[in-house]
């Protein structure tokens, strides 16, 4: 078997793992446009910041290591223009052809850059890429800079306004939405980490979206402007799929795409013998059945390690996931832990405005999602309560578990609200 894997992110690499350990002898070529080996995303404002060396962005070591291992051919500096899907085959910028038995799209996602007024501009950076961190922390070690802007006032948004702030710099984090991480919080927490961070010196400005980049500094609909030598856009990520646009097709059976291509949970796309993987793939949302882009790590290491398994005749499944999102910021800790549009009843524990605080909703006795506020500890335990319950499996948390939280401040009343009504642990 001959394999092609057009992208070398964590989902490629999890892949050419995947299929080496199921395909011995089969013939493994990975096409990446740069020459870098996979980098993780979500720690490049670590990077920024100082707090890790180059070398923690990229935890499976460099290329050369990584094609010894798995014995793969790394073409660097080779982009892929399109995809025959009739006849098998990669075709590069360069215009050279390439046959193969399976072929899987791991592009990932970039930072999505508005089409505002004033671009491009030397004053703006994002936060995706190796990169991009670099090039932030460059502008921050010239010291010259007066006040800064966060756009985007999500999980990296506010890592980024923290490296700002933490470097004498003045800096307003602003959203179109009405609060802090709109995707994953329930408004009384992500007010509450909105005081924190103005008792700190955050300024914030809500409820009005960016409308362009001025020579005074960003322009927001609502017609204001902020005064900004540094401008940093974190409103979120754009699956890279223009790749699938020049596919082509086999009977007029196209690559179906939404947001990012559609996979089914063996991660074959519509296209057979064509699979894809990580975040330029829709994944299944086990809360709703319907297929979303999940944007985490380790999703994309399981649905890469599913799409290689299968590409080499093996027989996996990908489970699904939940929307799931954790940051640390200004010795806080917040987690989000399933969809925040659902509805139910509300509980809370703790205090608001205390050191631990979690609050969540119900619907029939089950978990629709989880804000905890100030202990990560807890994460794990409740991550996994809520995927059983939605999978219809028990409802109850064990005894060892129900412990571990009592000893981390959850009150018996609120794991019974949970999962432990009728369990005998009242």
């Not at 009005?208 to 401008?231: H, M, N, R, Y």
């Not at 006795?365 to 995927?387: D, F, M, T, W, Y």
């Amino acid at each position: 078997m001959k394999y092609a894997i057009i992208g070398f992110g964590c989902a490629g690499y999890h892949a050419a793992k995947a299929i080496r350990q199921t395909d011995s002898q089969g013939e493994i070529h990975v096409f990446e446009a740069g020459d870098a080996p996979p980098a993780n995303p979500m720690l490049t404002t670590y990077y920024a910041a100082d707090k890790l060396p180059a070398s923690a962005l990229y935890p499976f070591g460099g290329l050369e290591e990584i094609a010894g291992t798995y014995r793969l051919r790394i073409h660097t500096g080779a982009p892929v223009e399109k995809i025959d899907a009739e006849n098998r085959a990669v075709i590069l910028s360069s215009g050279q052809i390439h046959p193969f038995d399976r072929i899987l799209i791991s592009t990932g996602a970039r930072a999505f850059l508005p089409g505002i007024e004033g671009l491009p501009d030397s004053r703006v950076f994002l936060m995706r890429t190796v990169g991009d961190a670099q090039a932030l922390r460059d502008r921050l070690e010239k010291g010259d800079i007066r006040h800064a802007v966060v756009v985007g006032a999500s999980m990296v948004g506010i890592k980024v306004a923290e490296l700002i702030w933490k470097a004498d710099i003045p800096v307003t984090l602003a959203d179109g939405a009405d609060y802090l991480f709109p995707l994953a919080a329930f408004a009384p927490v992500a007010r509450e980490i909105e005081r924190r961070l103005v008792d700190q010196g955050y300024a914030f400005k809500w409820g009005a979206p960016v409308k362009g980049i001025t020579p005074q500094g960003v322009t927001f609909a609502d017609g204001e402007t902020l005064s900004a030598d540094l401008i940093c856009i974190c409103i979120g990520t754009r699956a890279n799929v223009e790749l699938v646009a020049n596919t082509q097709v086999v009977e007029g059976q196209p690559i179906a795409v939404n947001r990012g291509i559609v996979a089914d949970e063996t991660m074959a796309t519509s296209c057979p013998g064509i699979y894809a993987a990580g975040d330029c793939c829709e994944g299944i949302n086990l809360q709703t059945g319907q297929t979303m882009i999940i944007g985490l790590w380790a999703n994309a290491a399981s649905q890469g390690e599913t799409a290689g398994k299968n590409m080499a005749g093996g027989s996996c499944r990908y489970p699904g996931n939940i929307v799931h999102n954790i940051t640390h910021f200004m010795d806080m800790d917040f987690i989000g832990l399933g969809d925040n549009r659902l509805e139910g009843e509300t509980i809370s524990c703790g205090a608001l405005d205390g050191d631990f605080y979690i609050q969540a909703t119900l619907r029939e006795k089950r978990l629709q999602c989880v804000n905890i506020l100030g202990n990560h500890r807890i994460s794990g335990a409740l991550k996994s309560l809520l995927i059983r319950q939605i999978n219809g499996q028990s409802t109850r948390i064990a005894p060892a578990q129900r412990a571990m939280l009592l000893s981390q401040g959850l009150s018996s009343d609120f794991l019974n609200r949970i999962g432990g009504i009728g369990d005998g642990h009242n």
